[in-house]
């Protein structure tokens, strides 16, 4: 129930020390708004990480070709290294291997045609399997497909960018484009939720435009995904797949330059440990403060006692128990210490919110910086924490007041 006295008395007790007060609730609050401002941020930059790696599938694994600097039997120093099909497609049946797709470039600076519109885009030649590699999301119509390599058919599939610049508000399904003056019909549409990038992108089936592009198998990369899903499992997938590299293509597996990988997993674990070790910098830092908020709080409850020690000395003579001394000791620390808290957690989501809604206004929040939230849970624990502190604060004022004697207090 509301004791209205009680609160009046917490009230008036403020009042004796205002700017006391004042300057160790600011402790308080200022601790809770870094805390807050900081998880918000390390959010928004963990989100931002997050957001990029959505580009690509989480564990893939891609090799691209070097030049070997080791050299001997023969073979020639600086000897480039050169991927055909048939190691990508041998690479697909190692046990540990989910997906698989090559890549076969064509120059950019060959014009795509449709109707009277001219112009260029980035232009990629894969396997099927690529759609889940990059997550590249279907909008209409279909992906690359098995049939189109098998058979060497001139299909492409567009992003959102290439049908906002050739067919407008023309559906694409359907129709043809001029690649390198070669029509290719295009079969599908997509989007990628990554980066606005991969959207101005052209897929054809690798093996029709190996035919026609240059009548080789070459190709320019490769990637697979794994089905494993420790670090330590994929590190051996890739050590394995360079090992069998090196033996088709005659170069030493421990030469870095033959050839270059780039383990996706892996490095996102990385920066998921990093996170977490930010994250518990930042939460060190904020019950830091918070903690020397407590102590403040402690001393001002201290002063109140010394001040009230007549009245703290009457309550007593008059009957009052010492469950009664502690418990008004206490409902003045917690009340300080959660009036403060309180004000700095709505600052500091306030702030967030600000923030977050100017990012997404400017669109700033796709690289490497996105939603700048603070979670529920934290907002929890935060206001567990204040209530916490605050108790914590007042015991030692609140034992202090119930060893007054009340006969030697009224003396004085």
């Known amino acids: 129930m509301f004791d209205r006295d009680k609160w009046t008395e917490i009230l008036i007790s403020i009042s004796r020390h205002k700017l006391r007060t004042i300057l160790t609730a600011f402790g308080i609050s200022w601790g809770i708004f870094m805390l807050v401002i900081l998880l918000g941020v390390g959010n928004g930059l963990q989100n931002g990480v997050e957001n990029l790696f959505k580009d690509d599938a989480l564990n893939a694994i891609w090799f691209y070709p070097g030049r070997a ?27 540990d291997v989910e997906r698989m797709s090559g890549r076969y470039y064509i120059s950019s600076s060959r014009p795509v045609v449709y109707g009277d519109q001219s112009m260029t885009f980035s232009i990629r030649c894969v396997h099927p399997d690529h759609r889940y590699i990059e997550n590249s999301i279907i909008t209409s119509g279909r992906f690359i497909n ?18 906002d610049g050739l067919f407008k508000d023309e559906d694409p399904i359907g129709k043809y484009i001029l690649v390198a003056d070669i029509p290719f019909k295009v079969v599908g549409t997509f989007k990628d939720e990554g980066s606005e990038r991969e959207e101005q992108m052209i897929y054809l089936p690798i093996t029709t435009a190996q035919r026609i592009f240059e009548g080789t198998d070459r190709i320019s990369q490769f990637t697979v995904t794994s089905n494993v899903t420790s670090v330590e499992k994929i590190e051996a997938l890739e050590e394995e797949v360079v090992h069998y590299l090196s033996r088709k293509l005659d170069f030493d597996p421990t030469d870095e330059n033959a050839i270059s990988s780039w383990n996706s997993f892996d490095e996102y674990m990385q920066l998921r440990g990093l996170f977490s070790a930010i994250d518990l910098f930042i939460w060190m830092v904020g019950l830091g403060s918070i903690f020397a908020g407590i102590i403040g709080i402690s001393n001002i409850m201290l002063i109140v006692v010394n001040d009230r ?104």
């Not at 000897?79 to 046990?95: G, Y």
């Open 146 to 163: 098995p049939l189109d390599l098998e058979q060497e058919r001139k299909m492409a599939c567009i992003g959102g960018a290439v049908v």
């Open 69 to 95: 600097s080791h050299f001997g039997r023969g073979l020639k120093e600086n000897r480039s290294i050169q991927f055909r099909s048939e190691h990508a497609d041998t690479v697909k049946t190692f046990e």
């Open 309 to 412: 020690r007549v009245e703290i000395g009457v309550r007593k003579a008059l009957g009052a128990t010492n469950r009664d001394i502690i418990q008004m000791i206490l409902h003045e620390s917690v009340f300080i210490t959660a009036l403060a808290g309180f004000l700095g957690l709505s600052f500091g989501v306030f702030l967030l919110f600000l923030m977050e809604t100017g990012l997404a206004s400017t669109g700033g929040e796709s690289f490497m910086f996105k939603d700048p939230e603070i979670r529920f849970s934290v907002v929890f624990a935060a206001l567990f924490v204040l209530i916490a502190a605050g108790a914590l604060a007042g015991i030692l004022p609140a034992r202090k007041a119930v060893t007054i004697n009340p006969a030697e207090a009224m003396r004085k």
